[in-house]
């Protein structure tokens, strides 16, 4: 007798998850997410270059009091670049390598400023625009 009862929770069980799997109203399409809409170029002109020129003009100026305000530009770098290669927006090896170098030398950056480290952030921030550079070569147009 246990076993039918032990049987039939798991029928049961199995059941429910199929329940929750199977779509409930066949025939209809499943819901799609809604659209990114922000573009490449919205994403530079809004995200990456101001926080990148607010960076490189804090770095220039050393000023110790600032670093805290200029480790946010770098998260925001950072966070630039999982966006720039999610929703189909990665085009080819060049575009995921750079993003993947702006990832980790924002995160570099980001680290140094936390720690004061001002010589760091700059030596860090100018391997960061230099995979900034190689991805511009290949696929901006002026």
Same mark, same amino acid.
């Given at each position: 007798?246990?076993?039918?009862?032990?049987?039939?929770?798991?029928?049961?069980?199995?059941?429910?998850?199929?329940?929750?799997?199977?779509?409930?109203?066949?025939?209809?399409?499943?819901?799609?997410?809604?659209?990114?809409?922000?573009?490449?170029?919205?994403?530079?002109?809004?995200?990456?270059?101001?926080?990148?020129?607010?960076?490189?003009?804090?770095?220039?100026?050393?000023?110790?009091?600032?670093?805290?305000?200029?480790?946010?530009? @770098? !998260?925001? /770098?950072?966070?630039? &670049?999982?966006?720039?290669?999610?929703?189909?927006?990665?085009? =080819?090896?060049?575009? #995921? +390598?750079? @993003? !993947?170098? /702006?990832?980790?030398? &924002?995160?570099?950056?980001?680290?140094?400023?936390?720690?004061? =480290?001002?010589?760091? #952030? +700059?030596? @860090?921030?100018?391997?960061?625009?230099?995979?900034?550079?190689?991805?511009?070569?290949?696929?901006?147009? =002026?």
């Amino acid at each position: 007798m246990s076993r039918l009862v032990s049987c039939m929770s798991l029928a049961a069980a199995l059941g429910l998850v199929v329940w929750l799997v199977v779509p409930q109203a066949q025939g209809q399409a499943p819901k799609k997410k809604p659209p990114r809409v922000a573009s490449v170029h919205v994403i530079m002109e809004c995200i990456v270059g101001p926080n990148c020129k607010a960076l490189a003009n804090g770095l220039k100026k050393g000023d110790a009091d600032a670093l805290p305000k200029l480790a946010n530009h @770098a !998260a925001l /770098l950072n966070e630039a &670049s999982f966006i720039l290669v999610q929703n189909g927006r990665c085009p =080819d090896r060049t575009w #995921a +390598q750079a @993003a !993947a170098r /702006l990832r980790r030398c &924002s995160a570099v950056v980001y680290e140094k400023l936390k720690d004061k =480290d001002l010589q760091g #952030a +700059q030596s @860090a921030f100018k391997a960061m625009t230099q995979a900034c550079a190689n991805c511009h070569k290949a696929h901006r147009k =002026d």
